[in-house]
């Protein structure tokens, strides 16, 4: 049966280590994730599609810190907006392609999309996203003077900047997003999380130097979609306890009450699966679709985990 499907992708999707990460590379690994987004348009789902953009962020601040001294630097915002248009653009292209190659043409468009947060967030109070290239204390000391950072220690690495990571709670563009959906286009939006902003005490909205899980606002998009299934993808097949461990045990399914015991023990990581597992229960707590249903599976598994032949399966009881 069609489904409406909100489909969030992980950087593995774009950026892979068999393809490296320039911008050849990730049209290449672009082109073998629209295949498996293809089968899922011929099957007939509707989708809205979500990406991550962590490595291409700091490919973006790393030429801003480069050349510094020569042009004007580009806050975290635009940063943000302008790989959700280039990564949209890539995303798109190799949709449509793929299925003009089968003879279906589709109608593949991004969404630049602003999310607000709020500003009496706790996470503005404890920044601990790390973004960008690592630097060394010489560095690191000046840009705190001069531009505030809040910066971690890395064994052996060295130091990187830190910033907020705020949770969702309004996709500012929702109404052309779901008019455009609801017309049959498969959508690109919200990437990266979304532009992060705050609406101010007169009622404007500004950008703030932060940056949005991207699975937190694909849970977010799926309730106000009321989409028929949040489907995350990411490097593995299922979710796992103990991973990387000899006692590492791959999950058929989790019920939102063992999702909630095993996020609140530390089982999964919050720089990995956790904001995963998190959106998962996040979605199926405040849809008001009956038979909405979350899974994390990986790129290629994708169609038969619709089907219940693979990935982690999200059930309320």
Not at 257 to 275: D, N, T, V, Y
Request: proline share 5%.
């Amino acid at each position: 049966m069609p489904l409406k499907i909100i489909l969030a992708l992980g950087g593995n999707a774009i950026s892979s280590g068999q393809h490296g990460g320039d911008v050849a590379s990730q049209f290449a690994q672009s082109r073998v994730t629209a295949k498996h987004i293809a089968d899922l348009i011929q099957a007939g789902h509707k989708l809205l599609l979500i990406h991550g953009n962590g490595p291409q962020v700091g490919t973006v601040l790393r030429r801003v810190e480069l050349s510094r001294h020569e042009v004007y630097p580009i806050d975290l915002g635009l940063c943000v907006a302008d790989t959700q248009a280039g990564m949209g653009y890539m995303i798109c292209q190799c949709v449509r392609n793929e299925m003009i190659s089968r003879g279906s043409p589709v109608c593949a468009s991004t969404i630049v999309t602003t999310v607000c947060v709020d500003a009496n967030d706790p996470a503005f109070d404890h920044p601990t996203k790390p973004i960008g290239q690592y630097f060394d204390e010489d560095t690191v000391n000046q840009r705190k003077r001069s531009d505030g950072w809040n910066v971690v220690y890395v064994e052996r690495k060295g130091y990187r900047r830190v910033v907020p990571s705020p949770k969702p709670k309004e996709i500012v563009e929702l109404d052309i997003i779901r008019q455009l959906y609801d017309s049959g286009r498969v959508i690109v939006c919200c990437g990266g999380g979304g532009i992060p902003i705050c609406e101010m005490p007169d009622g404007s909205r500004e950008g703030v130097e932060a940056v949005i899980d991207k699975d937190l606002t694909a849970a977010l998009l799926a309730k106000e979609a009321q989409a028929d299934a949040l489907v995350i993808l990411t490097d593995v097949e299922k979710v796992c306890l103990g991973y990387g461990t000899p006692n590492e045990k791959a999950l058929d399914r989790l019920t939102l009450e063992e999702a909630r015991e095993h996020l609140a023990s530390g089982e999964f990581p919050a720089g990995s699966m956790g904001p995963k597992v998190q959106a998962c229960v996040n979605f199926l707590e405040s849809t008001s679709n009956p038979s909405a249903r979350a899974i994390i599976t990986s790129i290629s598994g994708c169609l038969d985990a619709l089907a219940g032949k693979t990935g982690t399966h999200f059930v309320r009881t």
